[in-house]
């Protein structure tokens, strides 16, 4: 069974930073895909990042393009999501979630933020940011 746990979430100054980080347990994560999402008081779930664990590569929503960076710690079985020059419209609970790419294969960039296409999500941590 997998299990993925957030941890990291707190409340930052606008232009602050934050790291959060999801342990994943349960299996080996080879041809899987790990992500984060977020979803705002009353907004849809949408993407933030997402990271491709055999090759390392990474996709990110426009809104958080060179503001925020996923990495991955396979030793460790860990997926950090570093947030930088945080704004207040990025106050959401984040969610990571992992996506069997053997059953759900990236058709392309974009499909990378199909959350619908992800199998295992972790209860989410609060990320508030002040103004």
């Known amino acids: 069974q997998v299990q993925l746990v957030e941890s990291g979430g707190g409340l930052v100054q606008a232009g602050g930073s934050l790291r959060l980080s999801c342990a994943a347990s349960?299996?080996?994560?080879?041809?899987?895909?790990l992500g984060w999402f977020r979803q705002a008081p009353g907004k849809e779930r949408e993407f933030v990042a997402t990271i491709l664990w055999t090759s390392g590569r990474t996709y990110y929503a426009d809104s958080v393009k060179g503001r925020f960076t996923i990495s991955r710690d396979n030793a460790k079985n860990t997926v950090a999501l570093q947030m930088n020059s945080l704004k207040p419209e990025d106050t959401a609970v984040y969610y990571c979630?992992?996506?069997?790419?053997?059953?759900?294969?990236?058709?392309?960039?974009?499909?990378?933020?199909?959350?619908?296409?992800?199998?295992?999500w972790g209860q989410g941590t609060q990320v508030t940011v002040s103004s």
């Open positions: 349960g299996r080996t994560f080879n041809n899987y895909a």
């Open positions: 979630a992992c996506r069997r790419l053997s059953l759900r294969p990236l058709q392309s960039p974009r499909d990378a933020g199909s959350s619908n296409k992800y199998d295992y």
